[in-house]
C-alpha cells in the first residue's frame, strides 16, 4: 500500500504507530485515518488520545464535508455515535476504515462503553445516514 491522501484536505497521511498499532494522521489538518477496527482498539489503550493531536474543526455536529475513503475511493458513509457526546465519524462501507476529523478521537474514546452497558450502548450506537451530496 503506497502512500495515501487526506480525504479532507490536500495533506498528506503520515504514519503513526502508538502501542503497534499503525495509524495514518494527516500532516495538515491532522484528521485521523483508521483502517478496519484500529480504532477500536486504539481508544482501549490507555493514553492513545495523545496521537489526536489537531485542533476540533469549528463545526463540531456534522461532518464539515463529504469525504472518500483514501484507500478505495469510495464516498465514505456518515455515523453517529452515541456516547456521553454524540460524534459524528466517516465510515467506509467498503473497507471498513474510519476517518475521525481532529479532535474526534478523544471523543470517540471518551465515548467507549463501560462493560456494565456495553450490550445497552452497543444496541442505540449506531446510525447510519444516507449522505445527501
Ligand atoms: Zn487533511
Ligand atoms: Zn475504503
Given amino acids: 500500500m503506497g502512500c495515501i491522501g487526506c480525504p479532507q484536505c490536500r495533506g498528506k497521511l503520515e504514519k503513526v504507530i502508538y502501542q503497534s ?3 495514518d ?3 495538515l489538518c491532522r484528521g485521523i485515518w483508521f483502517d478496519r477496527l484500529e480504532a477500536e482498539e486504539l481508544r482501549r489503550i ?3 488520545e495523545s496521537v489526536d493531536i489537531g485542533k476540533p474543526t469549528p463545526c463540531q455536529g456534522r461532518p464539515c464535508q463529504s ?3 483514501p484507500r478505495c475511493g469510495k464516498t465514505m458513509v456518515q455515523m453517529l455515535d452515541f456516547g456521553q457526546q454524540p460524534l459524528w465519524y466517516e465510515k467506509c462501507s467498503q473497507c471498513q476504515g474510519m476517518w475521525l476529523e481532529a479532535g474526534r478521537f478523544k471523543v470517540f474514546k471518551q465515548n467507549l462503553p463501560t462493560p456494565g452497558n456495553w450490550a445497552r450502548n452497543k444496541a ?3 446510525l447510519t445516514v444516507a449522505r445527501s451530496i
Fill in 21 to 23: 498499532i499503525e495509524i
Fill in 25 to 27: 494522521r494527516c500532516s
Fill in 124 to 126: 442505540k450506537q449506531v
Fill in 67 to 69: 469525504v472518500g475513503c
Fill in 46 to 48: 490507555k493514553g492513545s
